[in-house]
């Protein structure tokens, strides 16, 4: 399989590869990182010594003003609300609409004792619902269930789902967990070819990729069946993102390249 040009040897790429196997397979050695915001209780300090246990990176924060901030001068895999707080639902509105380029994954936690509650929180923006008083185990497998989705979609990886977080560019940003492209304010819809497509090229931004090393990638099957393939992906995806000059270049006879112009 011909590789793209990456700042590492050959060799030292084998060996991510390799690497990469082993951490999908032992997921409890991925880090992900979780704001979160919830009164001050006994029960949040349980939890948060639970998630760091599971290496799970947890940034406390009390308001939901301070947590906006976070959110826009870092990329956090999830975020965990507590509804009782006040401005949750200015929050949650936020993250539903993308606004300040801000995409993490919304985990709202209330009392919710009854479905028609669950249901509106979830029109609202939130991705899952959970029910306090917060259970540490549960909303540790709502964690694992959600990662559980990344690491089937980034085995193609060579440096695993730990080092690739959310892609912020000038006007584009890839969340590899929900599978959200927003570009210059606006969701994006890709099919999840199109979205591991655009994931790899970003992963690579600068280096040009071969066709062949795309298809092999993230169709994984042998480049003999490719056909027109990554052409059309590629084609597809340029319309999408609807910016000239687009994201991805062509490099005649070598390949892609992702630019940030």
């Given at each position: 399989m011909r590789m793209p040009p990456l700042p590492a040897d050959s060799i030292h790429a084998r060996a991510?590869?390799?690497?990469?196997?082993?951490?999908?397979?032992?997921?409890?050695?991925?880090?992900?990182?979780?704001l979160m915001?919830?009164?001050?209780d006994p029960q949040a300090e349980e939890v948060?010594?639970?998630?760091?246990?599971?290496?799970?990176?947890?940034?406390?924060?009390?308001?939901?003003?301070?947590?906006?901030q976070h959110l826009r001068d870092n990329s956090y895999h999830f975020t965990l609300l507590d509804q009782r707080l006040e401005g949750a639902d200015f929050l949650i509105d936020i993250v539903h609409h993308g606004y300040y380029r801000i995409c993490t994954y919304l985990i709202v936690a209330g009392e919710f004792q009854h479905a028609e509650e669950r249901a509106t929180a979830l029109r609202s923006g939130a991705d899952v619902c959970i029910c306090t008083p917060l259970s540490p185990d549960e909303l540790y497998e709502q964690i694992c269930a959600v990662t559980r989705r990344e690491h089937c979609q980034m085995r193609h990886s060579l440096a695993g789902p730990s080092a690739l977080p959310i892609l912020k560019f000038t006007d584009l940003l890839i969340d590899p967990i929900r599978n959200t492209v927003i570009c210059s304010g606006?969701?994006?819809?890709?099919?999840?070819?199109?979205?591991?497509?655009?994931?790899l090229l970003a992963t690579?931004?600068?280096?040009?990729?071969?066709?062949?090393?795309?298809?092999?990638?993230?169709?994984?099957?042998?480049?003999?069946?490719s056909g027109t393939s990554v052409s059309d992906c590629i084609s597809s995806l340029r319309?999408?993102?609807?910016?000239?000059?687009?994201?991805?270049?062509?490099?005649?006879?070598?390949?892609y390249r992702f630019i940030d112009a």
């Open positions: 991510c590869k390799l690497k990469c196997e082993k951490i999908l397979t032992r997921p409890s050695l991925v880090t992900y990182d979780l915001l919830t009164l001050e948060e010594r639970h998630l760091t246990s599971k290496q799970i990176k947890v940034v406390r924060e009390k308001t939901v003003k301070g947590a906006v606006r969701k994006i819809h890709c099919t999840p070819k199109e979205f591991d497509v655009l994931y690579y931004a600068g280096h040009i990729c071969s066709a062949q090393y795309i298809y092999e990638a993230v169709w994984r099957t042998p480049f003999i069946y319309k999408r993102l609807g910016r000239k000059p687009g994201y991805i270049e062509t490099v005649y006879g070598r390949g």
